[in-house]
């Protein structure tokens, strides 16, 4: 069975860190992330495949930084210097083919920035 397990999130003032955790039940092609806050449609956040190329969210660049153990089937997302418009339910997501389509996706999980 497949399984994407977040954790991590919480609640933190503005300019405050957070890192979130995916474990993963398999090895798999593609990983990321993305978010989605009350209201609007999700975004994806940052992504990676198993050759290590990676994309991130032009809104996070320079604050966010993903990682990947291949060893513990783990993503990470370390998130700096965090806002309020940061806040939403992260969630990891998967795909076990290159065409990276994430038909696989944890629970997520929250994340609340205060002003």
């Known amino acids: 069975q497949v399984q994407l397990v977040e954790s991590g999130g919480g609640s933190v003032q503005a300019g405050g860190s957070l890192r979130l955790s995916c474990a993963a039940s398999?090895?798999?092609?593609?990983m990321g992330w993305f978010r989605q806050a009350p209201g609007k449609e999700r975004e994806r956040v940052a992504t990676v495949n198993v050759i290590g190329n990676t994309n991130y969210a032009d809104f996070v660049k320079g604050r966010f930084t993903m990682s990947r153990d291949y060893a513990k089937n783990t993503l990470y997302l370390q998130m700096n210097s965090l806002k309020p418009e940061d806040s939403g339910i992260y969630y990891c997501a998967a795909d076990t083919v290159s065409r990276c389509s994430f038909n696989y996706w944890g629970q997520g999980t929250q994340v609340t920035v205060s002003s």
């Open positions: 398999r090895v798999f092609y593609c």
